[in-house]
């Protein structure tokens, strides 16, 4: 019996795999492992399909020195600088969203966390949001600490954002103006203020399978049930502007094992998607069962008609998933 499908009916069957068991999953037929794959999150999650938008709350000038971000201060790129935008815009831009049917809209800010005097700002346009819009508000504000934490709640929204990014292993070769374990201590703070917590990483980073393996495994630790993972595109002026892009069937595969690891979580596809000839479609028949639709931070994302055009042809419900 193929390693897939017994790994397949192990997950089942209610246990989980271990971390020597996913990784020889690198090397099984790609057809049989995604088909697998597909099986579990049919299993665990259904047909529902949680579909998000972002909106570039706060751009550029950040302190932090992600090798991959366009944003940061310490590369030169052509991204966009500006302060917090209004809560008018914030609103406008919501309603949107909401209007073409997405469930959730994220409020992303650069830089490493938000000052408390930017932290009530933010908490005006959530709570004008929840109130002329309705739709559920998730916050990426940076290492903020359980006391801001609870003001975003208390605002209105009900998720934070917080990508680990990579493994604790490979985090120092991708950033060292703060830490894996900073990450760490933001999720557990905000999961201590009540509110759910969305993280994942990017591939092709220079990152090995181990390394991926082991993000997904921190993950699990965490109890994260919302997993955004995107694909690198490398941007002009970063140090990773010459990394190789993965190709379709490297996040077909990434995709394929995550939900092996993770069965019930969203397996969410963000960033790069567009990077991919199908726009993802391959990987949501391999596990992948939530997006990120509409434009991303500092790069053209795609039309969320189309997206939903998509969920649909694919035999999804949109809904809120996970909490």
Known sequence: MALADTLKKKVLSGKD???EEALPLYGEPLEELCQAADEIRKYFCGDGFDICSIIN???GKCTENCKYCAQSAYHNTAAEEYP?????????QAKYNADRGVLRYSIVTSGRALSDFEVGKMCEAICAVRREVGIEVCVSFGLLNEKQFRKVKDAGASRVHNNLETSRKNFPNICTTHTFDDKVAAIKAAKAAGLSVCSGGIMGLGETNE???DMAFS???LGIKSVPINMLNPIAGTPYENNQKLTEEDMRRITAIYRFILPDAS???AGGRGLMPDKGEGCFRSGANAVISGDMLTTSGYTIESDMDMIHRLGYQAVLCNG
Not at 84 to 92: F, G, H, K, P
């Open 17 to 19: 795999v271990s971390k």
């Open 57 to 59: 709350g706060k751009s």
């Open 84 to 92: 917090l935008l209004e809560t008018q815009e914030i609103v406008r």
């Open 211 to 213: 390394d991926r393996v």
């Open 219 to 221: 993950l699990k630790e």
């Open 267 to 269: 397996i969410r596809l």
